[in-house]
């Protein structure tokens, strides 16, 4: 209830910055941070990636030191994702189950590193591993093929839930495949590996630089349109979400984030299950394309965005800017 002026004055509380801080409805903190990484093979090797200026792929001894620095700053978990050589890349993704793969030597070096300080999560999803650059297996017809893939899918999380990862993140929007890979960690000893499944994820225009960054996008012919969803769809995206809480995810994600505001708050209403936003590469870029060219200011249109992610619902957010939001929570 508000009353009305002069009585209520609703610039009273937002005079001082001591009274703006004691009003501040919601909080961003290190803690809701999830910092996706590169991997590339080698050792000390570094690869910045053009079209995410201040992102790099790193190979597995300089994960293990962003695995430390993750620690240090108090992020708590890291993504990572492989830029598997072009040689290893094949019409099935078979590499995607090589438990001797780049994601499971950098899931292995992460975890004897820093043990427990630090949670690793891994996607599943065939891209990196595909010559085609497509999520899952492709028939004679182009069409990625649902069962087919959800069993290789399988596969893949209980390869890297064994090499040691602590959350399993399907980006695959394949039909089925969290109830499928719930019972194959469970059956397989990792009955307490959690699932945040991609519930939500849109073909979207937004994935550009990650294309460039697991060097998928050179590859993929055509587009994804055909099992990620249309933008223009929020009722489905309700239905995708209820159908992975009943199959066993225990938290969603909603991707990419800033267009889909709409829909991180309706989940939120809706079910009571912890949401995560990934502010994916071109909402990265676009912040680093309107610092560079003098449009606004990168820490303040970053915090901005971080803050709207929490205050729609979410309970994390995954980040490129995770390190830098950091050192900027932190002082
Ligand atoms: C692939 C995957 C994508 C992203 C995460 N996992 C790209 C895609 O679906 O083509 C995008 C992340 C980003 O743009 O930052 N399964």
Redesign the pocket.
């Known amino acids: 209830m508000t009353g009305s002026y002069p009585n209520t004055r609703l610039r009273r509380t937002r005079a001082h910055g001591w009274s703006r801080a004691l009003h501040r409805e919601t909080l961003v903190t290190p803690a809701d941070l999830i910092w996706?990484l590169f991997v590339t093979s080698g050792k000390g090797v570094e690869e910045p990636i053009a079209t995410l200026p201040g992102v790099s792929r790193w190979s597995v001894d300089g994960i293990v030191a962003r695995a430390k620095e993750a620690v240090s700053l108090g992020i708590p978990v890291v993504a990572l994702?492989p830029n598997t050589p072009r040689e290893l890349r094949s019409d099935d993704g078979a590499e995607a189950h090589n438990p001797d793969n780049l994601m499971c030597q950098a899931i292995r070096a992460i975890k004897d590193a820093v043990g427990n300080d630090l949670g690793v999560l891994t996607?599943v999803?065939?891209?990196?591993y595909t010559s085609h650059?497509q999520?899952g297996l492709v028939d004679d017809t182009g069409y990625v093929v649902n069962d087919a893939t959800v069993a290789v899918l399988v596969d893949q999380a209980v390869n890297q839930a064994n090499a040691g990862a602590d959350v399993i993140a399907p980006?695959?929007m394949m039909d089925g495949r969290i109830h499928a890979i719930r019972m194959a960690l469970e059956m397989n000893g990792h009955p307490n590996v959690q699932i945040m499944s991609?519930a939500a994820?849109y073909a979207?225009a937004?994935?550009?630089?990650?294309?460039d960054?697991?060097g998928?996008g050179g590859l993929?012919k055509g587009d994804?349109k055909g099992y990620?969803m249309d933008p223009a769809n929020a009722d489905e995206a309700m239905r995708e979400v209820a159908l992975d809480i009943a199959e066993g995810a225990d938290s969603v994600m909603v991707?990419?984030g800033l267009a889909y505001l709409d829909i991180i708050y309706r989940v939120k209403q809706r079910f009571d299950v912890p949401i995560f936003a990934?502010?994916?590469?071109?909402?990265?870029a676009m912040i680093e394309a309107a610092q560079a060219a003098g449009i606004g200011d990168r820490d303040a249109l970053l915090m901005e965005k971080l803050v709207a992610f929490k205050r729609a619902g979410c309970a994390g957010v995954?980040t490129?800017y995770a390190p830098h939001a950091a050192r900027l929570l932190n002082g």
């Open positions: 996706p994702f996607d999803a065939l891209d990196p650059g999520d980006s695959d991609y994820k979207s937004f994935y550009g630089p990650f294309r960054a697991v998928s993929l994804k990620q991707k990419p990934y502010q994916v590469s071109g909402e990265y995954l490129y």
